[in-house]
């Protein structure tokens, strides 16, 4: 069982920066893909991004986020620039011993979300 403790949103105005953390428990943090989703009000919830030895990201998101990981903290992290309103969401880490992927479905758990919003 792996647990996930999202940290870091908060309200920002448009054009600013957040950075999110997700601590995971469990001993084999490195071998797992991490993922970040959101969800918009309204919405289905959409991939964001992945890491673990490399990564990938929505083209929504592209140039304007970044996602990375500390194995030894058992840490990802996702810094967000340039901040829209239409970033506003539940941003949720996940993790999956699978192959790197942006399937919701593949993912085995889940972190309980952390709210971004993004003030125009």
């Known amino acids: 069982q792996v647990q996930l403790v999202e940290s870091g949103g908060g309200l920002v105005q448009a054009g600013g920066s957040l950075n999110l953390s997700c601590v995971a428990s469990?001993?084999?943090?490195?071998?797992?893909?991490m993922g970040w989703f959101r969800q918009a009000p309204g919405k289905a919830r959409e991939f964001v991004a992945a890491i673990r030895g490399y990564t990938v990201y929505a083209d929504s998101v592209k140039g304007r986020f970044t996602i990375s990981r500390d194995n030894a903290k058992n840490t990802v992290y996702l810094q967000m620039n340039s901040l829209k309103p239409e970033d506003t969401a539940v941003y949720y880490c996940?993790?999956?011993?699978?192959?790197?992927?942006?399937?919701?479905?593949?993912?085995?758990?889940w972190g309980q979300g952390t709210q971004v919003t993004v003030s125009s």
């Open positions: 996940a993790s999956t011993g699978r192959s790197i992927t942006s399937l919701e479905y593949e993912y085995d758990y």
């Open positions: 469990g001993r084999t943090f490195s071998s797992y893909v």
